[in-house]
């Protein structure tokens, strides 16, 4: 069985809100859920994991994982297997809509993880590069709980279908 855990930072609890959500989709209890803020220690013993963030000061990763960058940068993701999701709002904020999604991907990348999870960009208005795989596609789930609540219960059912197979779930 996949040890897999989900790491997540929030500052009003959206993010951590959404990955309650994801964690009970998947099966709560194959996912141990973890806030960067106080467990991202834990995270070198998982070979599977899901991570999200929130994005904040116009364009800024949501500060417990900043604080947790220097830790990640050194880290090693050869072998590993990551899904990442992003929490923002893509009215406010079009040109830096899930900027912290972004980071953390080129920062996952860089340090040798395999991704799956990437998730289109349709039904979605922003301008923001960062967070995209290509021209159709995020690098991973994008919620936008300011404007489209009512999405994301559908948002997270489907995507959780996409990653399952990746994580033996
Ligand atoms: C001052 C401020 C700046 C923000 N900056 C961005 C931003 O640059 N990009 C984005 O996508 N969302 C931005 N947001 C929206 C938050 O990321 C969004 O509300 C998110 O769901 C909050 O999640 P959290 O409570 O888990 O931190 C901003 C919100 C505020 C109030």
Redesign the pocket.
């Known amino acids: 069985m996949n040890k897999i855990a989900l790491f997540y930072g929030?500052?009003?609890?959206?993010?951590?809100m959404v990955a309650q959500k994801i964690a009970q989709e998947l099966g709560k209890d194959r996912i141990d859920v973890y806030n960067i803020c106080c467990d991202g220690d834990k995270m070198a013993d998982y070979d599977y994991l899901i991570i999200g963030t929130?994005?904040?000061?116009?364009?800024e990763l949501?500060e417990d994982w900043d604080a947790f960058m220097p830790k990640l940068q050194v880290m090693d993701f050869n072998g590993k297997t990551v899904a990442l999701f992003g929490?923002?709002?893509?009215i406010?904020?079009p040109d830096?809509?899930?900027?912290g999604m972004g980071m953390l991907y080129e920062t996952f990348q860089y340090r040798g993880a395999k991704f799956v999870g990437f998730w289109p960009t349709t039904g979605y208005d922003f301008t923001s590069p960062l967070p995209l795989l290509d021209h159709d596609h995020f690098v991973g789930l994008a919620i936008d709980?300011?404007n489209q609540p009512e999405l994301t219960d559908e948002r997270i059912k489907e995507w959780c279908k996409i990653i399952r197979p990746a994580f033996g779930l």
């Not at 929030?10 to 951590?16: A, D, E, K, L, S």
């Not at 830096?96 to 900027?99: A, M, P, R, V």
Request: proline fraction near 0%; charged fraction near 15%; avoid cysteine.
């Open positions: 929030t500052y009003t609890g959206v993010t951590g929130s994005t904040w000061s116009i364009g949501q929490t923002g709002d893509q406010g904020y830096t809509f899930l900027d709980e300011d």
